[in-house]
């Protein structure tokens, strides 16, 4: 081997660092530095080497083309010929050259030595086009040029390689180079020869450092799909997607997976033994699709390592990562900056509210928090770029970087196909527009003209809603908030929203409402799954086996739902306090569940019939609530969240409590074990009547002013009619919160408030911080108000 030659040409992964991006650029110095600075780690990397600047530059003179790029891209640049023509003409220069010898024998050598170190002749290869300006943290270059997996053979690797450097003039490569101010000739192309992962025989994907949409920086975020991870970049499938709680790895016992979403995974890409392509995509079998690609202890392991990568880097990292389905193995195979989050500074946040109605059309993932509205154009390929129109809603099946021009012409972008780290997720949030990905069936349900509404501002779904609706934005200043001795808290029931509001000044979550996740999440009633053979109408039972495919335990399916979705809400506010209220609902409430019917009776009020505190003892329902505690134990036990106490809601009288609390210690929810704080909704006159026996079996009060107010005032808080009468300030219901306060106080328990009140008039808030409450939980939209107000007053205002 000519040792020298290799030297100007080609750099072994081990011989690279983050100090090499002008030599081999941004994705192959970042490998160099993961192997040669993380080896102690034991993160696995694949060994490999990359082609050198010089060897581009090589390329250039041999061919005596780059006179001839330079006078293209000028008659570009001056709008005598079109992007189209310019990239494919400049592309054709580089497919009919010719490789140099010197670099071509160079790469040969390495190729063999490479092979070598894995004990083969033709070693399978993926090859990665790494330029010198990409992976900044100011140029986002991801997806510009092109990659080639499972390349074989020392001809074929040169011909790949001479592709690689003719990427580095796509269209989109040009074009965002002219948009950041890059001059084209001073960017290089380095080629990354890798040895190939077999993940076609497992499964691969895309992890972040930080929660994509809302920035939260405590958590890893980890897409999934079986077979090779082109299809997770590209948005081609709907791929798994898993969170996990940073702050917990590596604690004994604890596994603070937070999320595990399954997707559909429709079909993954393998290896192609025969034609011209090395890959294809095949569909995916009943039990790819039903089951997740990663355990839980792959699910930590990459967690563990990003942590690793991101604390090396001192940033949030974007990483790729393959699954060896030989080795049975982990790699990561790529690492570079997150770009989107990393640029963002100052303490503000831009917040939308839809403030009109509309039929929903369309459901799927909330990329970015933004609403947008205007006219449907369905686009199907890229080629079709000049019939869209400007501000229109791009839909689509997916996107790619040949979309980019497009994309940044569009008030909204909705694909079919997708997950939180594909193609039309990234750039969509570079762009800083609203976006639904893994919707399935926009192209189908939606036309070309049609006016719409895009909303991502209602959590982790999204919804594209028939006709223009009203919506305000407002951008909300986190800077300069004032300290409050009264703990201000959040009234929260989404997990996403609860990732979206993370910046909010809050002291923890007053009220995580358990009902949203039960409807919103779960979707079946408890008993229909402690109680299915009980199960009479076909359709449920149907729906209920569709919604439990791949858990063995049906049960299973409420507890990890309801715990991952409360321990999302919970790692949120970590530290801080999270009050979880056990279930709410009414019977006609629970009735509306899948299945709910045949286990509810028919009330004739509801409002005030078989709810909170008197179904979790009754033998009619007592199963159900035992699924409910399960995921509370699950969430501070198995994932870590101690912080979480747990709220007893309409709670009649004190002998009930009893009742409840044994249910509870029956369940593994013992008062006082492991810092466990059981808290009592005061909501019923008798809560503040008896105030003093319910302060000696809970560990606070929480109070729910519109129950409240609906028990003393005698007026439905539904009815309309009486609307004019509903006043949380009459001085009725203020004399009992006052009585409440100062008897909880006597007793040495803490109040608070989780009712709309405080959160509708700022006032009123007032009033509770001059009666003595300890802390106050409030809508998100009125928090930074309410605590300016309290600091007011707790000055003397």
Same mark, same amino acid.
């Given at each position: 081997?000519?040792?020298?030659?290799?030297?100007?040409?080609?750099?072994?992964?081990?011989?690279?660092?983050?100090?090499?991006?002008?030599?081999?650029?941004?994705?192959?110095?970042?490998?160099?530095?993961?192997?040669?600075?993380?080896?102690?780690?034991?993160?696995?990397?694949?060994?490999?080497?990359?082609?050198?600047?010089?060897?581009?530059?090589?390329?250039?003179?041999?061919?005596?083309?780059?006179?001839?790029?330079?006078?293209?891209?000028?008659?570009?640049?001056?709008?005598?010929?079109?992007?189209?023509?310019?990239?494919?003409?400049?592309?054709?220069?580089?497919?009919?050259?010719?490789?140099?010898?010197?670099?071509?024998?160079?790469?040969?050598?390495?190729?063999?030595?490479?092979?070598?170190?894995?004990?083969?002749?033709?070693?399978?290869?993926?090859?990665?086009?790494?330029?010198?300006?990409?992976?900044?943290?100011?140029?986002?270059?991801?997806?510009?040029?092109?990659?080639?997996?499972?390349?074989?053979?020392?001809?074929?690797?040169?011909?790949?390689?001479?592709?690689?450097?003719?990427?580095?003039?796509?269209?989109?490569?040009?074009?965002?180079?002219?948009?950041?101010?890059?001059?084209?000739?001073?960017?290089?192309?380095?080629?990354?020869?890798?040895?190939?992962?077999?993940?076609?025989?497992?499964?691969?994907?895309?992890?972040?450092?930080?929660?994509?949409?809302?920035?939260?920086?405590?958590?890893?975020?980890?897409?999934?799909?079986?077979?090779?991870?082109?299809?997770?970049?590209?948005?081609?499938?709907?791929?798994?997607?898993?969170?996990?709680?940073?702050?917990?790895?590596?604690?004994?016992?604890?596994?603070?997976?937070?999320?595990?979403?399954?997707?559909?995974?429709?079909?993954?890409?393998?290896?192609?033994?025969?034609?011209?392509?090395?890959?294809?995509?095949?569909?995916?079998?009943?039990?790819?699709?039903?089951?997740?690609?990663?355990?839980?202890?792959?699910?930590?392991?990459?967690?563990?390592?990003?942590?690793?990568?991101?604390?090396?880097?001192?940033?949030?990292?974007?990483?790729?990562?393959?699954?060896?389905?030989?080795?049975?193995?982990?790699?990561?195979?790529?690492?570079?900056?997150?770009?989107?989050?990393?640029?963002?500074?100052?303490?503000?946040?831009?917040?939308?509210?839809?403030?009109?109605?509309?039929?929903?059309?369309?459901?799927?993932?909330?990329?970015?928090?933004?609403?947008?509205?205007?006219?449907?154009?369905?686009?199907?390929?890229?080629?079709?770029?000049?019939?869209?129109?400007?501000?229109?809603?791009?839909?689509?099946?997916?996107?790619?970087?040949?979309?980019?021009?497009?994309?940044?012409?569009?008030?909204?972008?909705?694909?079919?196909?997708?997950?939180?780290?594909?193609?039309?997720?990234?750039?969509?949030?570079?762009?800083?527009?609203?976006?639904?990905?893994?919707?399935?069936?926009?192209?189908?349900?939606?036309?070309?003209?049609?006016?719409?509404?895009?909303?991502?501002?209602?959590?982790?779904?999204?919804?594209?809603?028939?006709?223009?609706?009203?919506?305000?934005?407002?951008?909300?200043?986190?800077?300069?908030?004032?300290?409050?001795?009264?703990?201000?808290?959040?009234?929260?029931?989404?997990?996403?929203?609860?990732?979206?509001?993370?910046?909010?000044?809050?002291?923890?979550?007053?009220?995580?409402?358990?009902?949203?996740?039960?409807?919103?999440?779960?979707?079946?009633?408890?008993?229909?799954?402690?109680?299915?053979?009980?199960?009479?109408?076909?359709?449920?039972?149907?729906?209920?086996?569709?919604?439990?495919?791949?858990?063995?335990?049906?049960?299973?399916?409420?507890?990890?739902?309801?715990?991952?979705?409360?321990?999302?809400?919970?790692?949120?506010?970590?530290?801080?306090?999270?009050?979880?209220?056990?279930?709410?609902?009414?019977?006609?409430?629970?009735?509306?569940?899948?299945?709910?019917?045949?286990?509810?009776?028919?009330?004739?009020?509801?409002?005030?019939?078989?709810?909170?505190?008197?179904?979790?003892?009754?033998?009619?329902?007592?199963?159900?609530?035992?699924?409910?505690?399960?995921?509370?134990?699950?969430?501070?036990?198995?994932?870590?969240?101690?912080?979480?106490?747990?709220?007893?809601?309409?709670?009649?009288?004190?002998?009930?409590?009893?009742?409840?609390?044994?249910?509870?210690?029956?369940?593994?929810?013992?008062?006082?074990?492991? =810092?466990?704080? &059981?808290?009592?909704?005061? $909501?019923? %006159?008798? *809560?503040?009547? /008896?105030?003093? +026996? @319910?302060?000696?079996?809970?560990?606070?009060?929480?109070?729910?002013?519109?129950?409240?107010?609906?028990?003393?005032?005698?007026?439905?808080?539904?009815?309309?009619?009486?609307?004019?009468?509903?006043?949380?300030?009459?001085?009725?219901?203020?004399?009992?919160?006052?009585?409440?306060?100062?008897?909880?106080?006597?007793? =040495?328990?803490? &109040?608070?408030?989780?009712? $709309?009140? %405080?959160? *509708?008039?700022? /006032?009123?808030? +007032? @009033?509770?911080?001059?009666?003595?409450?300890?802390?106050?939980?409030?809508?998100?939209?009125?928090?930074?108000?309410?605590?300016?107000?309290?600091?007011?007053?707790?000055?003397?205002?």
């Amino acid at each position: 081997m000519n040792e020298s030659r290799q030297d100007g040409y080609i750099r072994w992964f081990d011989d690279l660092s983050s100090n090499d991006v002008a030599l081999v650029g941004g994705k192959n110095a970042s490998l160099g530095e993961m192997i040669t600075s993380l080896k102690e780690k034991d993160i696995r990397v694949p060994d490999g080497f990359a082609t050198t600047t010089k060897a581009y530059r090589a390329f250039l003179a041999e061919n005596d083309i780059e006179d001839r790029i330079k006078g293209l891209l000028g008659e570009y640049q001056q709008g005598k010929a079109s992007l189209k023509d310019t990239g494919r003409s400049i592309r054709d220069l580089f497919k009919q050259g010719k490789m140099p010898g010197d670099v071509a024998e160079a790469i040969r050598e390495a190729y063999r030595e490479l092979g070598k170190r894995y004990d083969a002749t033709d070693v399978d290869v993926a090859a990665r086009s790494s330029a010198t300006a990409e992976d900044m943290p100011e140029a986002s270059f991801a997806g510009q040029q092109e990659s080639y997996l499972n390349v074989t053979g020392e001809d074929d690797l040169l011909k790949v390689c001479q592709k690689c450097f003719a990427s580095l003039f796509t269209n989109r490569a040009i074009s965002y180079r002219e948009e950041k101010g890059f001059e084209h000739m001073k960017v290089a192309l380095s080629v990354g020869i890798q040895k190939m992962v077999r993940s076609d025989l497992a499964g691969s994907g895309v992890l972040f450092t930080l929660d994509t949409d809302s920035g939260f920086p405590d958590v890893v975020l980890i897409n999934a799909a079986w077979g090779l991870g082109e299809n997770v970049v590209q948005g081609t499938v709907n791929p798994d997607q898993y969170t996990v709680f940073k702050p917990f790895l590596g604690k004994d016992g604890i596994v603070p997976i937070i999320e595990k979403t399954r997707g559909a995974k429709e079909k993954k890409m393998i290896y192609a033994r025969e034609g011209d392509e090395p890959t294809k995509n095949v569909p995916t079998s009943d039990d790819e699709q039903t089951s997740f690609v990663l355990s839980d202890e792959e699910i930590l392991q990459l967690a563990r390592w990003s942590k690793v990568i991101e604390d090396h880097y001192g940033k949030p990292m974007d990483i790729e990562w393959a699954k060896d389905g030989e080795q049975d193995a982990i790699f990561i195979v790529q690492a570079r900056p997150e770009t989107v989050h990393s640029r963002k500074t100052g303490q503000s946040m831009k917040t939308y509210r839809l403030k009109g109605q509309g039929e929903r059309l369309v459901t799927g993932l909330s990329i970015g928090q933004a609403i947008a509205a205007g006219k449907v154009c369905v686009i199907e390929s890229a080629e079709q770029i000049d019939d869209f129109k400007d501000d229109c809603i791009l839909v689509t099946t997916m996107t790619d970087p040949d979309w980019v021009p497009i994309m940044k012409r569009a008030a909204a972008i909705v694909t079919d196909h997708g997950g939180r780290t594909s193609h039309a997720a990234i750039v969509s949030r570079e762009l800083g527009i609203a976006a639904i990905v893994g919707s399935n069936d926009a192209t189908k349900k939606l036309r070309d003209g049609q006016e719409v509404t895009v909303s991502c501002a209602e959590g982790e779904k999204a919804y594209v809603y028939d006709g223009i609706l009203e919506y305000e934005e407002e951008d909300v200043d986190l800077e300069n908030v004032p300290e409050t001795k009264t703990r201000i808290m959040l009234n929260i029931g989404a997990p996403q929203a609860a990732m979206r509001w993370w910046k909010l000044p809050c002291k923890g979550v007053g009220l995580a409402r358990m009902e949203y996740l039960v409807n919103n999440v779960i979707k079946i009633h408890p008993l229909a799954l402690t109680r299915f053979d009980e199960v009479e109408d076909d359709k449920a039972k149907a729906r209920i086996e569709e919604l439990t495919q791949g858990y063995a335990d049906k049960k299973d399916y409420f507890v990890e739902l309801l715990a991952r979705g409360i321990g999302t809400i919970a790692a949120s506010r970590h530290p801080h306090p999270v009050i979880v209220r056990m279930s709410d609902f009414k019977t006609n409430e629970y009735a509306d569940l899948i299945g709910g019917r045949q286990f509810e009776p028919k009330e004739e009020n509801p409002m005030l019939g078989w709810r909170g505190a008197s179904r979790y003892y009754s033998e009619d329902y007592r199963d159900g609530f035992a699924l409910e505690c399960r995921a509370i134990h699950m969430v501070r036990e198995k994932m870590g969240f101690t912080n979480v106490l747990i709220m007893i809601p309409f709670c009649r009288t004190p002998a009930e409590a009893d009742k409840v609390l044994e249910v509870l210690a029956e369940n593994g929810l013992k008062r006082g074990e492991r =810092g466990l704080e &059981v808290y009592v909704m005061a $909501e019923i %006159p008798t *809560n503040i009547l /008896e105030a003093e +026996a @319910f302060a000696e079996r809970f560990d606070g009060f929480s109070i729910g002013s519109n129950d409240l107010t609906q028990l003393v005032l005698g007026i439905s808080r539904d009815s309309e009619k009486l609307s004019h009468l509903f006043d949380e300030s009459e001085e009725s219901v203020k004399r009992l919160i006052r009585m409440l306060i100062e008897t909880a106080h006597k007793a =040495g328990r803490k &109040v608070g408030i989780c009712g $709309e009140a %405080p959160s *509708n008039n700022s /006032e009123f808030a +007032a @009033f509770l911080v001059k009666s003595g409450i300890d802390s106050i939980s409030l809508q998100p939209d009125s928090v930074l108000k309410v605590i300016r107000r309290t600091a007011e007053v707790e000055q003397g205002g």
